[in-house]
């Protein structure tokens, strides 16, 4: 099955900087990448995805790149702020499955 | 609308006790999904269901989990003889259609499992 691994489990940057977290992927087959999103006591919440028909997708402060020949992808926030501070987790699957492979995520904290 | 629903928000057991949890997913959605979260850690997935059947039930992980969706709506995921590692936030998500295929899973806000 498929086995995502993230790095790193948690990331402290000052307000305002770039946070970068990155993923890799071992199933070649995979084809969709969602990003989610999970504040202290809240349910996962989808903040952005990519298909592996696109290299890159940015939506206002948030962008995701993905590498399919080295099988990994990363999460790029700039301007960094308070609110930004949650767990990330990446995720994992392919258009012919249904369950999704998550890395253990990475605890966010943005210093003000 | 309504997002999906969980109840109860936590539950606390004792080891050898059996307990529901359920999960009301979003209308008209098809597609259903247990997961569980440990601590510190990612979801991992139990159990997905596409209407009524359990189209995979591969992330069990032993017979004393079981999950039902008798009306191909709300699920309950039952769980016999609790064990201390059993201790979890459980979530249930729903997607339109077949996850995987780029369908957003939508998240309920989890059951958060205590087996003393």
């Known amino acids: 099955g498929e086995n995502v691994e993230q790095h790193p489990s948690t990331l402290s940057v000052q307000e305002g900087d770039s946070a970068v977290i990155k993923c890799t992927y071992s199933d070649s087959a995979s084809n969709y990448f969602p990003w989610y999103k999970q504040e202290l006591g809240k349910r996962p919440q989808l903040i952005i995805d990519i298909r592996s028909n696109v290299g890159e997708k940015k939506d206002q402060r948030i962008a995701v790149t993905l590498n399919k020949t080295a099988k990994h992808f990363s999460l790029h926030i700039t301007e960094t702020q308070p609110e930004d501070s949650a767990v990330y987790f990446c995720?994992?699957?392919?258009?012919?499955?249904?369950?999704?492979?998550f890395g253990a995520g990475t605890t966010v904290t943005v210093r003000a | 609308g309504a997002g999906v629903s969980q109840t109860p928000s936590n539950k606390v057991t004792e080891k050898g006790k059996y307990v529901e949890l359920r999960c009301d997913p979003i209308?008209?959605?098809?597609?259903l999904y247990w997961y569980r979260q440990s601590l510190g850690q990612g979801p991992e997935f139990l159990i997905y269901f596409q209407g009524t059947g359990a189209a995979d039930d591969s992330g069990l992980p032993n017979d004393r989990f079981f999950a039902v969706r008798p009306e191909g709506s709300v699920s309950t995921l039952k769980i016999q003889r609790t064990e201390r590692g059993d201790s979890a936030m459980y979530l249930c998500a729903s997607s339109p259609t077949r996850g995987g295929g780029y369908n957003e899973q939508f998240f309920g806000p989890g059951t958060r499992l205590t087996v003393l």
């Open positions: 995720a994992a699957t392919s258009s012919n499955d249904y369950k999704l492979s």
């Open positions: 209308s008209g959605h098809t597609a």
